[in-house]
């Protein structure tokens, strides 16, 4: 504590000048930043949503090597066989129309395990 001043004055403060933060009570991770809307602590806020896009990023590059590989197995079915299989012609088989479907599915699948990440990260922030 600063001056010796209420904590709360540092809030109080922050709201009169509109600013994003204020310095509260030390979080246990040694630091005393908070967010002036929620209160919760900006180093940890910041360390989560950094490892979230960090996780994201790994969750994508590996979405897109799987899909990858999926239509990487599709081109290597021989030509007659898709016709045979699918009664189509194999012209219009398109690798990149293939790959894009194959990514969007995946990245469907990422985003799902994702925002259920966040419901799960957002019930303990309610508790902090
Ligand atoms: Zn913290």
Do not use: W
């Not at 809307?37 to 897109?64: D, F, I, N, P």
């Not at 894009?100 to 925002?115: F, G, I, K, R, T």
């Amino acid at each position: 504590m600063i001056n010796g001043r209420p904590l709360n004055a540092d809030r109080q403060n922050a709201i009169l000048f509109k600013l994003m933060t204020y310095t509260g009570r030390e979080h246990r991770c040694g630091t005393t930043q908070r967010y002036v809307s929620t209160g919760t602590c900006v180093h940890c806020a910041r360390l989560l949503s950094a490892e979230k896009r960090e996780a994201r990023k790994v969750l994508r590059a590996q979405a897109k090597a799987e899909a990858a590989s999926i239509t990487i197995i599709l081109d290597d079915i021989s030509a007659e066989t898709i016709t045979a299989f699918m009664g189509e012609d194999p012209i219009n088989y398109d690798h990149e129309a293939a790959l894009d479907s194959a990514e969007h599915v995946v990245a469907e699948m990422v985003d799902e395990e994702l925002a259920e990440a966040d419901r799960f990260s957002q019930s303990i922030d309610d508790i902090m």
